[in-house]
Structures are given as C-alpha cells and as structure tokens.
Nanobody, 121 residues
Framework: QVQLVESGGGLVQAGGSLRLSCAAS????????MGWYRQAPGKQREFIAA???????NYADSVKGRFTISRDNAKNTVYLQMNSLKPEDTAVYYC???????????????WGQGTQVTVSS
C-alpha cells in the first residue's frame, strides 16, 4: 500500500503564506498524478491543484495566481505553496496521488489524512 503524510498546515493571517508538503511512502512502483484538495466545514471536498509526473499543472480558478503546486519525483513528494491567503481558504487540505504498487497492478487513488489551514482576517 501507499501512505501519504501531509505537513505544513497552521494558522496564518490574511495575506500571509504557507507551504504544504505531502510525502508518499510504502510500496511504490510509480506515482502518476499528484494533487491537493480541500474541504471547508459544511462543504464538499473540492479540487485545488494537480501536477503530472512530467510537471504539467492544473489549478482551480479560486487559487490561480496565488497557489503553486510542485513535486520532487525523487522524494515522492508534492508541495503546495500558498500565497496571499484569504479567510475563505480556511479548510482541511488533503493530498492525493494516483500510484501503482507494482508493474502489473492498475493505478489506484490514495489520500492523506489532511492538514488544517486556518486563515484569520
């Protein structure tokens, strides 16, 4: 199996920055796409950003120009640099990865446990 562990969440004032990290470990043959989602209280989980193994990125409109996703394939780690944070960015942020545990298995989706980001006004 594959485990994802997020870190870097916390409390920040509006306009501030945070950098989230997510490290994948376990039985990893290959990691395809990696991404970030978030879920605010009373709301559904929403897509934030994704990055392919080749480095192509995609962002939700709500974070374009403020958030940057990147990854270190050698470390099986994905990052989310969040700048110009707003109170509406407050949520639990989840890491996601599509990974294969061997050459003969289909890719599967894995999720981290989440890290809380709170932006005060």
């Amino acid at each position: 199996q594959v485990q994802l562990v997020e870190s870097g969440g916390g409390l920040v004032q509006a306009g501030g920055s945070l950098r989230l990290s997510c490290a994948a470990s376990g039985r990893i043959f290959k990691i395809n796409g990696m991404g970030w989602y978030r879920q605010a209280p009373g709301k559904q989980r929403e897509f934030i950003a994704a990055i392919t193994s080749g480095g192509s990125t995609n962002y939700a409109d709500s974070v374009k120009g403020r958030f940057t996703i990147s990854r270190d394939n050698a470390k099986n780690t994905v990052y989310l640099q969040m700048n110009s944070l707003k109170p509406e960015d407050t949520a639990v942020y989840y890491c996601n990865a599509e990974a294969m545990t061997s050459i003969i298995t289909w890719p599967d989706d894995y999720w981290g446990q989440g890290t809380q980001v709170t932006v005060s006004s």
